[in-house]
């Protein structure tokens, strides 16, 4: 929080999405691996007592098939930046670190491109422009929307840019 929006209060507001600003890409990745749609079970959303939007969130989430999906977002880290995401399963574990940068499959570093995300996200943009074509993908969005909705709150302390 500190580090990419400081000063920006828009994001403790209502519809401001607080920790899901960032959360929401995890989701993104994961309703792009799992082959059936994500539904949120329970939350658990801890709100800083000066805020409207959680800080923090612990969610459970399935699919039709009852796979057990947890989500942990902790936007509170003081100025230390920390993004993380780590996929446990039946195979291995694969973590993604430094906003993707950093690659690893059972502790085993991986080589990743050297490109970076966002070349290949403009090449995708450059191409929908021209095919006069659009792809939107909104169950991350509802997944948000599904923790405010069903999500207990919990006050914090208040947080301080």
């Known amino acids: 929080m500190r580090k990419w929006h400081p000063g920006q209060a828009w994001i403790w507001q209502p519809g401001g999405l607080g920790v899901f600003d960032p959360g929401i890409n995890a989701l993104s ?3 792009h691996l799992l082959p059936r749609p994500l539904f949120v079970e329970s939350a658990q ?5 000066n805020c409207q939007s959680p800080i923090a969130a612990s969610i459970k989430m399935s699919d039709a098939r009852h796979l057990d999906i947890r989500a942990e977002f902790d936007f509170d880290h003081g100025h230390d930046e920390l993004w993380s995401i780590e996929i446990r399963c039946a195979e291995g574990t694969l973590r993604l670190d430094n906003g993707g940068a950093l690659l690893s499959i059972d502790g085993v570093r991986q ?32 997944l948000v929307a599904d923790s405010f909705f069903v999500g207990s709150r919990t006050l914090v302390e208040p947080f301080y840019d």
């Open 45 to 49: 959303l801890r709100v800083p007592d």
């Open 29 to 31: 990745i994961a309703t």
């Open 111 to 142: 080589a990743v491109s050297e490109e970076g995300e966002y070349a290949a996200v403009y090449r995708h943009f450059q191409q929908l422009i021209a095919d006069k074509a659009s792809d939107l993908d909104l169950q991350p969005l509802r």
